[in-house]
């Protein structure tokens, strides 16, 4: 059964940094797409980052591009999200998402039958 676990949330200030975690376990982590999404209240679930089973192909939400940085350490069983310049706006659930099938780039977009985390706030005030 695949598990993941994420840590590194919490409340910051505008202009802070946080550096998000996920843990995996259940499965040969390093042959599986893995990615972050994000939940602000009222909102829907959006895509914020990816990268893919080799670590080679990486895509960010526009709204991050030079913000975020995701990375995976295979030998750890972990995907990071660095978060730089946080803004108000960055608050939000995040969550971890790993891909269903192995050897893929990274879910992109909010697919049920992908494996998601319990989530981790992150709250940015002004």
């Known amino acids: 059964q695949v598990q993941l676990v994420e840590s590194g949330g919490g409340l910051a200030q505008a202009g802070g940094s946080l550096r998000l975690s996920c843990t995996a376990s259940g499965r040969t982590f390093s042959s599986y797409g893995m990615g972050w999404f994000r939940q602000a209240p009222g909102k829907e679930r959006e895509f914020v980052a990816a990268i893919s089973w080799s670590g080679n192909s990486i895509s960010y939400a526009d709204s991050v591009k030079g913000q975020f940085t995701i990375s995976r350490d295979n030998a750890k069983n972990t995907v990071y999200l660095q978060m730089n310049s946080l803004k108000p706006e960055d608050t939000a659930v995040y969550y971890c998402?790993?891909?269903?099938?192995?050897?893929?780039?990274?879910?992109?977009?909010?697919?049920?039958?992908?494996?998601w985390g319990q989530g981790t706030q992150v709250t940015v005030s002004s």
């Open positions: 998402v790993a891909d269903r099938l192995p050897a893929g780039l990274g879910p992109r977009t909010v697919r049920e039958n992908d494996y």
